[in-house]
Nanobody, 114 residues
């Protein structure tokens, strides 16, 4: 069974940047859609950004203009460039992939704090 593995989380000051990566455990398995969701303490998981296999992107209003999602179809990999980070961006970020069913990574913690 294919797995999604995230990396790149950590602690950053407000206004700073981080880059998250997510790679599938098998490059012989492709996803129709991939993206990032996040879940802050005490809140529901929410969409951050998604990207289709043809490169069409979708962003939550709260991150539009600050975050950029990209995808490498050959490597079955996505990245999320996060700029101008705010304390309210603090959350566990989950990689997501869709191919008939939803696939989820285990998550990586992003903490934005002075």
């Amino acid at each position: 069974q294919v797995q999604l593995v995230e990396s790149g989380g950590g602690l950053v000051q407000p206004g700073g940047s981080l880059r998250l990566s997510c790679a599938a455990s098998s490059t012989s398995f492709s996803f129709a859609g991939m993206g990032w969701f996040r879940q802050a303490p005490g809140k529901q998981r929410e969409l951050v950004a998604t990207i289709t296999s043809t490169g069409t992107t979708n962003y939550a209003d709260s991150v539009n203009g600050r975050f950029t999602i990209s995808r490498d179809n050959a490597k079955i990999m996505i990245e999320l460039q996060m700029n101008s980070l705010k304390p309210e961006d603090t959350a566990v970020y989950y990689c997501w992939g869709f191919r008939g069913i939803n696939y989820w990574g285990k998550g990586t913690l992003v903490t934005v704090s002075a």
